[in-house]
């Protein structure tokens, strides 16, 4: 049996393969147009996929049955979605590693490129990972640790948690690379064989003396030499670079399901390797979502209303019917563009402005020295010099700068773009939003920041008609939750 990426089905004559996969590959064939059959541009809508919405409801109700029970039930779901990836990874570190070309995939990766590093956005990139990665901003790690006991150790969680991070990233790049070097090898290493063929086929040559070694010297040679037979074949003659192809940028969606899916259809024992992959990446969306959908879930419990009239199974399955139900506009043809836009606008700008609204709001407006009290009771001890310097000025400083740059980058950007599939070329091509997506981009980066500014204005509001003065209340009944 083979992969059913692997190769492009017949047209409706069973006479050649179809077009469109053709001038494409079968791994972007199979997922743009049979996984996802996508529109040709965001204006184009069409119905619902219902291959994507089964599987989005299938989705939903294993995380329901993971979360049914409550934060018991949950915490014993994620030890097996934290450690089983490990394994995968584990595995396929190993297999990477020996697969050819996986070492230029690694020198790539530890290769710095200055201009990358010069670039803010590259910056912005990586704070929004380690958000995402470590649940900054989110709710999640603030909903989880509020079942701790009072004197639970977080220091020294809290540096255990941020150091598995870092290693598990740098693990899983490694991983990575290593397949995206045996991919980007075999890619180059196929443009040369074509090439020899071709020069084969049209040049009385001993078959030899052409390898892939020493294509490039006898396509100069031949092209000065016998000038009117190569004019024959110039328009079929590819630039083959390793490093072209190494610098072929995939992300998000087009690494998970394109780079890694090419890749793996060209592995001994395929259908294994598809297999494992595949139950990791679920599992690893198992575990985000139990966390997003547990932060969800805690606060709403804290409502005295909610907590006397639905039961935690009730709660909890109207929660992630919800979230479904949101989730279905994004199973349209058009849904991957908007899956797109909320990733790029929804997320980033409302992350760095919680985080960094967190840090303030505790270092300069509940205070520093009230902070280390609260620590001093829980640990016994006062933090050390490292994390107020921290707390105080390099965090905030990183934070802002990130925030003006974000900002900047969005105003000089010009008009937000997507990458739309266009099945004429085979290829995604670059497109504007229409007009009415830019005004949907600006309500979703104002809506998903707008709680804050809504409820300190609430809070405000209150206060002030009971006659409560607001600077006197917060001073006395402010109480650490941490």
């Known amino acids: 049996a083979v992969l059913p990426w692997s190769d492009c089905p017949l047209n409706s004559n069973r006479t050649a393969y179809l077009e469109e996969c053709e001038v494409a590959t079968p791994t972007q064939y199979f997922f743009f147009r049979e996984t996802l059959n996508i529109s040709s541009s965001f204006d184009e809508n069409g119905g619902v996929h219902m291959g994507q919405a089964l599987c989005l409801l299938l989705a939903w109700l294993i995380v329901y049955l993971f979360i049914v029970k409550g934060v018991k039930s949950t915490g014993k779901v994620v030890y097996f979605t934290a450690t089983f990836p490990y394994v995968v990874l584990l595995i396929y570190l190993i297999r990477g590693v020996t697969l050819h070309g996986a070492l230029n995939g690694v020198k790539y990766m530890f290769t710095p490129k200055m201009e990358q590093l010069a670039n803010p956005q590259t910056w912005i990139n990586a704070a929004t990972q380690i958000f995402f990665s470590l649940g900054l901003g989110f709710g999640s790690l603030i909903a989880f640790a509020s079942y701790n006991h009072h004197n639970n150790n977080f220091e020294n969680q809290a540096i255990a948690v941020s150091l598995i991070n870092s290693g598990t990233s740098i693990f899983a790049s490694i991983v990575t690379f290593s397949i995206y070097g045996f991919k980007a090898t075999f890619n180059y ?9 071709l020069l084969l086929n049209t040049f009385e040559l001993a078959e030899d003396t052409v390898h892939i070694g020493n294509i490039s010297f006898w396509i100069t040679d031949l092209n000065r030499t016998q000038p009117e037979q190569f004019a024959t074949i110039a328009s079929r003659i590819e630039t083959c670079s390793l490093e072209a192809e190494l610098d072929t940028a995939v992300e998000g ?81 058009s849904g991957n563009y908007w899956f797109t836009m909320f990733n790029e606008y929804g997320a980033t700008f409302s992350l760095l402005f919680i985080v960094l609204l967190e840090i303030v709001t505790v270092s300069y407006i509940y205070g520093l020295k009230r902070f280390e009290k609260d620590i001093e009771d829980m640990l016994g001890r006062r933090p050390n010099w490292y994390w107020k310097i921290m707390w105080v000025a390099v965090s905030p400083l990183l934070l802002i700068s990130l925030f003006v740059f974000y900002i900047l980058n969005y105003i000089q950007g010009g008009a937000p773009t997507y990458q739309a599939w266009d099945k004429d070329v085979g290829r995604s091509v670059v497109k504007e939003y229409p007009v009415y997506g830019q005004v949907f981009i600006a309500l979703l980066l104002v809506s998903s920041v707008s709680c804050v500014p809504i409820t300190a204005l609430y809070a405000f509001c209150t206060r002030h008609q009971r006659g409560v003065p607001v600077r006197e209340n917060a001073g006395h009944s402010v109480t650490s939750t941490v």
Request: glycine share 8%; hydrophobic share 55%; aromatic share 10%.
């Open 253 to 333: 969606t087009g690494l998970a399901f394109i780079v890694y899916s090419e890749a793996i259809k060209n592995m001994p024992a395929a259908q294994l390797w598809a297999v494992l992959y595949f139950f990791m990446l679920l599992l690893l969306g198992m575990g985000s979502m139990l966390g997003n959908v547990t932060a969800i879930i805690t606060p709403l419990r804290d409502f005295k209303v909610l907590a006397r009239s639905l039961s935690n199974e009730t709660l909890n399955g109207l929660v992630c019917l919800f979230c479904l139900l949101l989730g279905i506009g994004f199973t349209t043809r």
């Open 189 to 197: 290493e196929s443009c040369l064989e074509r090439m020899r063929l």
